[in-house]
């Protein structure tokens, strides 16, 4: 849980510092406003993402995940069916939000 708690502050932390360049164009930035927002946001967050993907792909061997040689199509759909079923409702909650 650590490991993403800091990847998300720092994301959150890079977005915080992008804003006011971006929306009011301080040094070499142009004033953007609202769509410099967005740039300063989906810029952090998909940094962000980025990096958790990388540091999941490093350790995957830490998380337990196995890769067999050969997958049945059963076990695989039964496993996205049980990702799906647990994060839907987070899903939701942050498209509510």
Same mark, same amino acid.
């Given at each position: 849980t650590r490991?993403?708690?800091?990847v998300?502050?720092?994301?959150? !932390?890079?977005?915080?510092?992008? $804003?006011?360049l971006?929306i ?5 930035w142009?004033? !953007?406003g609202?769509?410099? =927002?967005?740039?300063?946001?989906? &810029? ?7 990096? !958790?993907?990388?540091?999941? @792909? %490093?350790r995957?061997d830490?998380?337990?995940?196995? @890769?067999? =040689?050969r997958l =049945?199509?059963? &076990?695989v %759909? %039964?496993?996205w069916?049980?990702?799906l079923?647990?994060?839907i &409702?987070?899903g $939701? ?5």
């Amino acid at each position: 849980t650590r490991s993403p708690m800091r990847v998300l502050s720092a994301a959150f !932390l890079l977005n915080a510092c992008l $804003d006011p360049l971006v929306i009011f164009g301080v040094g070499p930035w142009p004033g !953007l406003g609202v769509s410099g =927002a967005a740039i300063a946001s989906v &810029t952090a967050r998909g940094g962000g993402s980025l990096v !958790l993907g990388w540091l999941l @792909w %490093r350790r995957h061997d830490q998380l337990g995940i196995r @890769w067999p =040689a050969r997958l =049945a199509f059963r &076990t695989v %759909r %039964r496993t996205w069916l049980a990702l799906l079923r647990i994060g839907i &409702t987070s899903g $939701d909650a942050g498209l509510l939000f």
